[in-house]
């Protein structure tokens, strides 16, 4: 089964930077990481769960939420079987915790319920 683990959140303050790591193991037999969209979403406290940028499986294709465009850039380094997503000029709004999911077949969408397989989160706080 296909396992997910988000890394590189913390504290960090206004203005500042972060940049989170999406890690896959647990291929299924003949199956790779390019095999896989892979979307980003966090969810803020008392908040519903926002997807924020997809990547699809060749790293071709991205899509992010008006949101965010300006300020995030999703990537992925296959071979490494990582997906990423910086996030720049950090605001207080941004804090929450954020998760990376999987899915096949390629499409803008990032409503949640199409992401199959969810990593645990990793929380971002921005506060000075």
């Known amino acids: 089964q296909l396992q997910l683990v988000e890394s590189g959140g913390g504290l960090v303050q206004p203005g500042g930077s972060l940049r989170l790591s999406c890690s896959a193991s647990g291929f299924t037999s003949g199956i790779t990481f390019d095999y896989y969209v892979i979307g980003w979403f966090r969810q803020a406290p008392g908040k519903e769960r926002e997807g924020v940028s997809c990547?699809?499986?060749?790293?071709?294709?991205?899509h992010y939420s008006e949101s965010v465009k300006d300020r995030f850039t999703i990537s992925r380094n296959n071979r490494q079987n990582t997906a990423f997503l910086q996030i720049d000029n950090l605001t207080p709004e941004d804090t929450g915790v954020y998760y990376c999911a999987a899915r096949k077949n390629w499409n803008t969408q990032l409503d949640p319920t199409l992401y199959t397989d969810w990593g645990q989160g990793t929380q971002v706080t921005v506060s000075s």
């Open positions: 990547i699809s499986g060749s790293g071709g294709w991205t």
